[in-house]
């Protein structure tokens, strides 16, 4: 006789008793930018609900989401020094290095990522160093090992270069572990496409980049076997964990590396995917708590250990 399934779906509760991919507050890293400064909150225009924060005011919002049970979150410096060499990205006074100590010594037990990328430091917004208008990617990984040295002296727990240079994974493991770091973990933006999803990130980052685009290093879209080479050969150079950005069009690509490793895999829930869902819920086109949800459990169930997304804190208030 044929099974009839509805049986396992009549209630809430017989549901929730055989659901196959459960959300949970552990899964979840909320991004925060940092500002120099005090005293200063900056809002998005095209982000509603995320803000540029102070070191004083990043304590409350890092303290909210505590509250509500986060775990953990990826920081992002919004720099007011740029120039041509990045040098601000390492200095003892970035905004980022700040934030690391701010947070430890409040939170201690707050897990603290930091993104480890030149673009929002350098006059011209690329990720790496710019020679005769190219990006010199190998002149660019010492200057990604010191930024990912300082995150790491100041107490960063992981550190997550983004700027998708060839060989910065090892240059950074090298760095570290030349130090005495070998305990920090590297997350490392295996898997980052040149997206049309990141407009409103640039903005937040002020990081737009000054002239041509990022197709030189960040991943042409339509590739997926390109994927896994690239995890691969980070996990070889000695990332921990592996990343695919965005995440909401790039499941296939989640689901191809779960599928191939046995190591942590992140997913990034884009800017452009949370404005998208924020301008849907103004014009009231969407139930955006159900949405949010939704979205994000089918980037778990995809094969993705850990999400970063802009609704993590949210989506604390909603998970049952």
């Known amino acids: 006789m044929p099974h009839r399934y509805r049986r396992l779906r009549r209630t809430a509760a017989i549901r929730g008793l055989v659901r196959e991919t459960q959300l949970t507050p552990q899964d979840l890293l909320q991004p925060f930018f940092v500002v120099d400064g005090k005293n200063k909150k900056e809002t998005i225009d095209s982000m509603p609900g995320i803000g540029r924060y102070s070191i004083d005011l990043l304590l409350k919002e890092v303290e909210a989401y505590v509250r509500l049970g986060g775990k953990g979150g990826i920081f992002f410096g919004v720099s007011s020094q740029k120039d041509n060499t990045g040098k601000y990205a390492y200095a003892a006074g970035s905004p980022v290095v700040a934030a690391i100590k701010a947070v430890k010594r409040h939170f201690p037990d707050f897990c603290v990522v930091t993104d480890v990328c030149l673009c929002a430091y350098m006059t011209h917004g690329h990720c790496g160093i710019v020679q005769n208008q190219q990006i010199d990617n190998d002149k660019t990984l010492p200057v990604l090992a010191k930024m990912a040295l300082s995150h790491a002296q100041a107490g960063a727990d992981i550190v997550a270069p983004s700027d998708m240079m060839d060989f910065r994974v090892a240059a950074i493991r090298q760095a570290l572990n030349k130090e005495n770091?070998?305990?920090?973990?590297?997350?490392?933006?295996?898997?980052?496409?040149?997206?049309?999803?990141?407009?409103?990130?640039?903005?937040?980052?002020h990081s737009a980049p000054g002239f041509g685009d990022r197709k030189t290093y960040q991943m042409d879209p339509a590739n997926s076997r390109e994927a896994l080479k690239e995890a691969l050969q980070?996990?070889?150079?000695?990332?921990?964990?592996?990343?695919?950005?965005?995440?909401?069009?790039?499941?296939?690509?989640?689901?191809?590396?779960?599928?191939?490793?046995?190591?942590?895999?992140?997913?990034?829930?884009?800017?452009?995917?949370?404005?998208?869902?924020?301008?849907?819920?103004?014009?009231?086109?969407?139930?955006?708590?159900?949405?949010?949800?939704?979205?994000?459990?089918?980037?778990?169930?995809?094969?993705?250990?850990?999400?970063?997304?802009?609704?993590?804190?949210?989506?604390?208030k909603w998970i049952e």
Do not use: C
């Open 181 to 205: 770091f070998q305990d920090v973990g590297l997350l490392s933006y295996a898997v980052k496409y040149a997206s049309a999803y990141y407009g409103p990130f640039r903005e937040a980052a």
């Open 234 to 316: 980070d996990l070889d150079e000695g990332a921990d964990m592996v990343m695919v950005k965005p995440a909401l069009v790039y499941l296939d690509i989640v689901n191809l590396l779960r599928r191939k490793l046995h190591m942590p895999i992140v997913a990034y829930n884009v800017s452009g995917e949370y404005s998208m869902v924020k301008a849907a819920s103004r014009q009231g086109w969407i139930d955006e708590r159900t949405l949010v949800l939704e979205t994000l459990t089918s980037m778990k169930r995809a094969g993705a250990d850990i999400i970063i997304s802009y609704h993590a804190k949210d989506a604390l």
